[in-house]
């Protein structure tokens, strides 16, 4: 009767809720102009990602008028994963294939020149006859790929770039490439496979490290040009991963970031010539985040961390660049601030964001101590208007801490439990919820929800051993953490028990129905946007790729005849939830197969599902179109569920309206 009796009341609390003002989806899905920005060396030109419907674009743009200048972008699906000026008029493109709007951009190996006349774009790296700026990636030893290591700015014709054959066991060298014909001078030829390296601010490689099949990673180090290789850590004697990222400003003191038994990442500075070791920065409750580096990109002053918010660390001996550095944190007191790049003669093109600024742009004059603006973005936003992110900590059954991030919709009264959304990130691994801008999240808030973001277990961020706690846990203790996180909000009344609906894409769409299955009376809705929920299927698909590959999903996920207990599609029946599922047929990450057959699990089951299936969309929906009929789905669906608004109707295309 007690049950019968809330069931009840639950439904009229839905049926009586006060009216909500509706969404305006516009503002969400309009894009920004400029993404990644840097000034060119001599500070006439900058250079600026574009994001386009379905790939991402650059564009050079006069600093005195900003008008543009030239541009380039590529085929369907590519990304400019990262450019560098390699002198005043000429710009080196590193491309990536992101196959989705939710997928993580993967390198595809090829460099590009753009000078500023923009009349040729010079093959550095890549086959000549691309159609476009990107190949579809495919395993073909013949294929070279490639990725920057230095720009070296005292050489105005030349860079330093690490290249290799795709195969199983890829040898990586190192070149000197003239960036006008392309011609290429060896530098050195790495101790293991797939090596990254480390340059220092004379331009000569001094570390590397890469790992073989077993996957366990291995550092090397020489002391110049020349010299041999020797091997400074290897994991599977140390247990440690190390990592080289720069040095002291007379290059005898390296700094490695180091894993530890218990807790996050130290940074240890490793003097060259002794040997000697000694901790010189670790924050007691995260990793590093990002890196502060000195003009010359390779003096490290000091190290960000993410505990909440931004916060910054400086090594001590900073000088005048740690000066500055704390200069531009007093400027933005209420944000992280980032460095892009420098001129020639000292300007420095700073990036600016938080919670509810996506990033704007300023130029900082260390002479003169002042900052001017030169971008803002996604301008029809107001920072005042938006609600903040509150870092949450949880503390899981086994009493594991947790870290997450509550965000309230504008207004909201303290007291009154509201209806909730509990959304789990994808990844998972090493993958982590950030203080950040987030479309998703401020737009759930605007709808009258509390949103619920908890990096569970195997999220990057907090340690090696938090990160390899979710280690064969799919659908095991991650899912528990995302229950206690959901329980702990309901216990401190930020959620109304009876509206809550869990909601994520890619492994969090697998969170998101294996979570309805495994608590049935917990969540009222589940919405798998681009998941996985046949971790069978899923195990057989990407063991099949490589070696390597079949090591990390025996390992991180689990050996495949296990695997069936904890994949949602055999657990169809214990979902009492309403479900939506969103996916797009030419997904290559979460083959719509996947939805496909939850669907069908829940439709047997005789709780059938809601679909939102489009052919031609990958890993997460490009098409503005096709992007902005998912969230009007999302959020009538919520709607019905949960009492929140619906999407505003009738909205011209392109109208962000105000803040």
């Known amino acids: 009767m007690r049950t019968w009796l809330i069931a009840a009341l ?52 006069r600093r005195s008028d900003k008008k543009l200048v030239t541009g380039a972008s590529g085929a369907k699906d590519s990304v400019i994963d990262d450019f560098w000026w390699a002198s005043d008029d000429r710009v080196v493109i590193a491309m990536a294939e992101r196959l989705g709007s939710r997928d993580q951009p993967y390198s595809t190996g ?14 550095l790296v890549g086959r000549e006859d691309n159609p476009g700026l990107v190949a579809t990636i495919s395993i073909n030893p013949q294929w070279e790929m490639a ?19 795709l195969g199983p066991e890829p040898l990586t060298v190192v070149d000197k490439l003239d960036v006008y014909s392309g011609r290429r001078a060896r530098v050195a030829t790495a101790p293991v496979n797939r090596a990254v390296f480390l340059s220092d601010a004379n331009g000569r490689v001094r570390f590397a490290r890469g790992a073989k099949n077993d996957n366990y990673s291995k550092l090397y180090y020489r002391n110049g040009d020349g010299d041999d290789w020797r091997l400074i850590n290897d994991q599977a004697e140390s247990g440690r991963v190390e990592s080289a990222l720069g040095f002291s400003a007379d290059g005898h003191i390296a700094y490695l970031e180091v894993t530890q038994d218990t807790g996050p990442d130290a940074i240890v500075a490793w003097d060259t010539r002794t040997g000697e070791r000694k901790q010189a920065l670790r924050d007691p409750s995260v990793d590093p985040y990002a890196l502060i580096l000195d003009r010359d990109g390779h003096t490290l002053l000091g190290v960000q961390y993410m505990d909440g918010r931004v916060h910054a660390r400086l090594l001590e001996g900073g000088g005048e660049g740690a000066r500055l550095y704390r200069a531009l944190e007093q400027a933005f007191p209420d944000a992280a601030v980032n460095v892009t790049s420098y001129t020639r003669d000292g300007l420095a093109l700073v990036q600016v964001w938080n919670d509810r600024t996506p990033g704007d ?10 900052v001017n603006g030169v971008f803002v973005a996604r301008e029809w936003f107001d920072p005042a208007k938006l609600p903040k992110m509150r870092p949450v900590s949880v503390r899981a059954r086994d009493g594991l801490a947790l870290q997450g991030y509550l965000t309230l919709p504008a207004g909201a009264a303290e007291a009154a439990p509201l209806p909730m959304v509990v959304m789990p990130h994808g990844g998972p691994y090493g993958i982590f919820d950030e203080w950040a801008f987030d479309d998703d999240t401020q737009m759930l808030a605007e709808a009258g929800y509390a949103v619920l973001r908890i990096n569970f277990r195997g999220s ?3 340690g090696q051993r938090f990160r390899q706690a979710g280690a064969r846990q799919w659908g095991g203790a991650m899912q528990d953490d995302l229950t206690d996180a959901t329980r702990w909000a309901i216990e401190q009344r930020i959620a109304d028990p009876a509206r809550i609906c869990i909601y994520g894409a890619s492994y969090g769409g697998y969170a998101a129905l294996m979570g309805a299955a495994r608590e049935p009376d917990l969540y009222r809705c589940a919405v798998g946007y681009v998941g996985v929920y046949d971790l069978e299927e899923m195990h057989r698909r990407d063991s099949a790729a490589s070696r390597s590959m079949r090591n990390w999903v025996d390992d991180w996920v689990g050996e495949r005849d296990g695997l069936a207990l904890r994949s949602p599609v055999g657990m169809a029946a214990r979902i009492k939830a309403q479900v939506l599922l969103v996916a797009g047929g030419a997904d290559q990450i979460a083959p719509i197969v996947h939805s496909k057959r939850m669907a069908n699990a829940l439709a047997k089951a005789g709780n059938p599902a809601q679909t939102l299936f489009f052919d031609t969309e990958g890993h997460g929906f490009y098409t503005t179109a096709h992007r902005r009929e998912f969230y009007q789905t999302l959020l009538d ?3 019905r569920n949960l009492g929140g608004a619906q999407a505003a109707k009738g909205e011209a295309e392109g109208a962000a309206g105000g803040g």
């Open 10 to 61: 639950a439904a009229l609390l839905l049926t009586f809720l006060p009216a909500q003002a509706q969404v305006r989806l516009d503002r969400y899905l309009k894009q920004d102009s400029y993404g990644r920005i840097k000034i060119s060396p001599d500070g006439q030109y900058y250079a600026a990602t574009v994001q386009l419907e379905d790939r991402v674009g650059l564009a050079i743009l």
């Open 110 to 123: 090829q460099l590009y020149g753009l000078g500023l006349d923009g009349k040729r774009i010079k093959v």
């Open 147 to 165: 990725t920057l290591i230095d720009p070296l700015p005292d050489d105005p014709r030349n860079v330093l770039i690490s290249a290799w054959k």
């Open 361 to 370: 742009t300023y130029l900082f004059d260390p002479a003169t101590m002042n």
């Open 460 to 462: 990057g961020n907090y």
């Open 637 to 639: 669906f919520l709607a």
